[in-house]
């Protein structure tokens, strides 16, 4: 069985690698492990839950917002099966999907554990018991993800002590969660069971939340977090987690500065303290194939290992890791692989937390802008100055548009608030063609939106907002 292109793994990275290397004329297989296509990011990440962020932000708002708005449903009563239930349905319909997308472009699947056992072979011991197949390939690439990190000493039994995927199928709200680390998957789980009930604590090794967004955006954000319920320790190292039995679980913490520990009880114990790449059984010391000291694959500019034929992209190569800056990986590549020219903007790349509100930024935070020396102008508009957000009560938080302070360039948009996840795309659309914040104030929007503080956000550069 011979191919131009050879992809293992198909998730974000991976099936879109395969899908825009068969548009452009080349014969394509993918080699996926579990038993779905869609990787981490349908199976038991993005997908399911934002299923849960959706159905327990709507369950929130029945029993704390409806009210406000003269809708009296008394006390909303949570059928978790159910909500669990339409979890499953939205991940079964979207890896559906992505086995339709794979058919429709002439990909061939093959369901088993992918080696590289020289550079052009793949052996894929087939997951239906059917033994080994080799097949052969011009060009091989790894697009094989990431996997849970954990703490020295901490076991995950994904009941008590659990990762993102125990957290999005737990099958009853715990009265005490306590997550560690207050990432993206921390905040993001964290709200699901929060408001469904749990009481949640949140230990975070350094002294702010959300590391690596906008240090103002995260300030205020914490605060929001806050009034709906969160408790922050924050500059806490996690020392140990004590599973005893069925019983509560103890987590040992001491301030990451030094000084005496303390313990809390949780029912269920969240670990998010980020991800790992994942490469294992690939066969990669064998072929020769470089990682650094992270255990990230080695890749040049054009996402070549150092092994000829042989490529990696997503969670497995430096970056983000995030299922988008995969799939643009995966196009660039098949792109580059088809003799085009393929090319991401890192400088571009959206991320968005999708808690209630929404975080959300693209380009250079003030930090980034003040360590690089670089002088900017900001301009920012609070959702309360919103028409659009005062009738929806949505009115907690704001737009931060930071421009250079000589060309007027945009260089970093960050949004807290209802929708900045959708909001924060006009930005990036606006910076992939090097706009100014002028250009943003100049574009027409839409009255009323909760886009009109994008717009006022930008005159605020200028200092001359019309509503504030
Ligand atoms: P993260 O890197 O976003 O956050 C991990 C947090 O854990 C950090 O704040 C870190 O300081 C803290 N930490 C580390 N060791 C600790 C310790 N001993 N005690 C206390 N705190 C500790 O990682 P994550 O939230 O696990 O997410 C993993 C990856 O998945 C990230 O790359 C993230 O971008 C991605 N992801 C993205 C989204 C999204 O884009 N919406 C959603 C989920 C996951």
Same mark, same amino acid.
Not at 141 to 152: E, F, K, N, Q
Not at 260 to 273: H, K, M, Q, S, Y
Not at 324 to 338: M, N, R, S, Y
């Given at each position: ?180 680390? @207050?990432?993206?998957? !921390?905040?993001?789980?964290? #709200? =699901? ?6 009481? +949640? %604590? /949140? ?27 969160? @408790?922050?320790?924050? !500059?806490?190292?996690?020392? #140990? =987690? ?6 509560? +679980? %103890? /987590? ?45 694959? +080695? %890749? ?169």
């Amino acid at each position: 069985m011979s191919y131009d292109l050879i992809v293992i793994g198909t998730g974000p990275g991976g099936y879109v690698c395969a899908i825009r290397a068969a548009q452009l004329g080349l014969k394509v297989a993918v080699v996926e492990k579990r038993g779905t296509h869609g990787g981490t990011c349908l199976n038991v990440g993005c997908i399911p839950s934002k299923a849960l962020l959706h159905a327990s932000e709507l369950f929130e708002e029945a029993a704390h917002g409806f009210k406000k708005l003269g809708i009296d449903v008394g006390t909303p009563r949570l059928d978790l099966p159910a909500m669990m239930a339409h979890k499953d349905t939205t991940v079964k319909s979207n890896v559906q999907g992505i086995d339709f997308l794979l058919k429709k472009n002439k990909v061939d699947p093959f369901l088993g554990a992918g080696k590289i056992v020289a550079p052009g072979k793949v052996e894929v011991t087939m997951n239906d018991g059917s033994g080994a197949k080799v097949l052969e390939g011009k060009a091989i690439v790894i697009a094989t993800g990431s996997d849970v990190a954990t703490l020295p000493g901490i076991e995950i039994d994904e009941k008590t002590v659990v990762s993102s995927t125990g957290a999005i199928a737990l099958d009853k709200v715990p009265d005490t969660l306590v997550v560690i680390g @207050a990432g993206v998957i !921390g905040l993001e789980l964290g #709200s =699901v069971w929060a408001r469904l009930g749990a009481k +949640v %604590t /949140v230990l975070e090794y350094l002294d702010r939340i959300l590391p690596g967004m906008d240090g103002e955006v995260a300030k205020q954000f914490q605060r929001m977090l806050e009034k709906q319920g969160f @408790a922050f320790k924050l !500059g806490q190292k996690v020392t #140990s =987690v004590a599973p005893a039995g069925n019983g509560p +679980v %103890t /987590v040992t913490f001491e301030p990451a500065a030094g000084g005496g520990g303390e313990t809390i009880a949780a029912d269920v114990v969240l670990v998010a303290v980020g991800r790992k790449p994942y490469t294992d059984g690939l066969g990669l010391d064998e072929v020769g194939v470089a990682r650094d000291n992270r255990g990230r694959v +080695v %890749t040049d500019a054009h996402y070549a290992t150092t092994v000829p034929g042989i490529y990696a992209i997503g969670d497995v190569i430096v970056g983000p890791m995030l299922a988008h800056k995969a799939e643009d990986e995966g196009v660039a590549l098949a792109e580059i692989l088809a003799g085009q020219h393929g090319h991401v903007n890192y400088g571009v790349i959206p991320g968005v937390v999708y808690t209630m509100p929404e975080v959300a930024a693209v380009g250079q935070t003030e930090e980034e802008l003040k360590a690089a020396g670089i002088a900017y102008r900001s301009g920012k508009f609070p959702f309360t100055a919103n028409g659009r957000a005062k009738a929806t009560l949505h009115t907690d938080g704001f737009v931060k548009v930071l421009a250079d302070a000589a060309t007027d360039r945009v260089l970093g948009v960050h949004i807290v608030g209802a929708g900045a996840g959708d909001l924060i795309h006009e930005a990036a659309v606006l910076m992939e063609f090097g706009g100014s914040s002028e250009d943003l104030a100049r574009t027409c929007h839409a009255h009323p939106t909760m886009s009109e503080a994008v717009k006022e956000a930008a005159l605020a550069v200028d200092k001359r907002p019309i509503h504030i």
